[in-house]
């Protein structure tokens, strides 16, 4: 209500940062002095006015969210992978960086067409260096253990923030029978195989429901992720997963 002290106050400050804005120029166009700078906040307005009907045509590209998980996807198969409306962004390009030091062959045909092909997988490493700049880089880690039977992921935080963030990926990939312990900032997994399994999460993880999903394509039997999550990107995931030739029911579905 009009009467609520909470209220009064704030119509007090609207009214004077509207007069600071209408009265006291940007700071763009003069510096103020030194006192007033650090007395008074400076206001820029975007003043919008309507009444035109918008109309055009816009091309829009795939969203990064569901494109990261589905570059990995590259690393399961030694076929190349052809991927379009792919966004040029600086996490696809992180990721590129790191799938091909990976020794995965990549190929811009277009902007927004890739092809990757992992026909070899020579060094199943993603390093500090780059998992720092992107925490989606965990990502590597289901595909890289079905494929390689190892593999070696540092944590996002390095040692600091040990295994809390990815430890449903982790106790996902231990009940397909992995072996995982944790040196010195890294992830080290290693699996002669990976078998199929019952797991639920103890919380709902897009990434990690994305890297057991990866991992129970190559996996013996039948895997069944229980309390999963629901998102689009994991859909698109299945999606691109399944015409790669696994068969997975229930994508956007906890189950």
Same mark, same amino acid.
């Given at each position: 209500?009009? %009467?609520?002290?909470?209220? #009064? ?6 009214? $004077?940062?509207? @007069? ?6 940007? %700071?763009?166009?003069? =510096? ?5 700078? #650090?007395?008074?906040?400076? +206001?820029?307005?975007? +003043?919008?006015?309507?009444?035109? #009907? ?27 992978? +052809? ?12 990721? $590129?960086? *790191?799938? %091909?030091?990976?020794? /995965? ?8 067409? /890739? /092809?990757?092909? =992992? ?15 992107? #925490? ?10 079905? $494929? %390689?039977?190892?593999?070696? +992921? ?48 103890? *919380? ?11 991992? =129970? ?11 999963? @999550? ?15 030739? @696994? ?9």
């Amino acid at each position: 209500p009009d %009467s609520c002290p909470h209220r #009064r106050i704030f119509a007090r400050h609207a009214r $004077r940062m509207d @007069a600071i804005a209408l009265e006291l120029p940007s %700071s763009r166009t003069r =510096a103020a002095p030194a006192d007033a700078a #650090r007395n008074t906040p400076t +206001v820029d307005k975007l +003043v919008i006015e309507g009444g035109r #009907r918008l109309a055009g045509e816009i091309p829009v590209s795939g969203a990064k969210n569901a494109a990261l998980p589905i570059l990995c996807a590259s690393l399961l198969t030694a076929e190349p992978l +052809v991927l379009t409306h792919v966004p040029q962004l600086n996490d696809v390009r992180t990721m $590129r960086t *790191l799938l %091909s030091q990976m020794g /995965v062959r990549i190929e811009e045909r277009s902007p927004g067409e /890739v /092809v990757l092909e =992992a026909s070899r997988i020579e060094w199943p490493l993603a390093p500090y260096e780059l998992v720092k700049t992107m #925490r989606a880089s965990i990502l590597v880690l289901g595909p890289l253990l079905a $494929r %390689s039977r190892e593999a070696r +992921v540092s944590l996002p935080g390095g040692c600091a923030i040990g295994l809390r963030p990815v430890d449903q990926h982790v106790k996902g990939l231990q009940a397909m029978g992995a072996e995982i312990d944790l040196e010195h900032g890294y992830i080290n997994a290693r699996a002669p195989r990976l078998r199929g399994t019952r797991f639920g999460f103890d *919380l709902v993880t897009v990434t990690g429901t994305e890297n057991l999903l990866m991992a =129970a394509t190559l996996a013996d039997g039948t895997t069944v992720l229980e309390n999963a @999550a629901r998102e689009p990107e994991v859909v698109d995931l299945a999606r691109c997963l399944t015409a790669m030739g @696994a068969r997975i029911d229930g994508a956007g579905t906890d189950r």
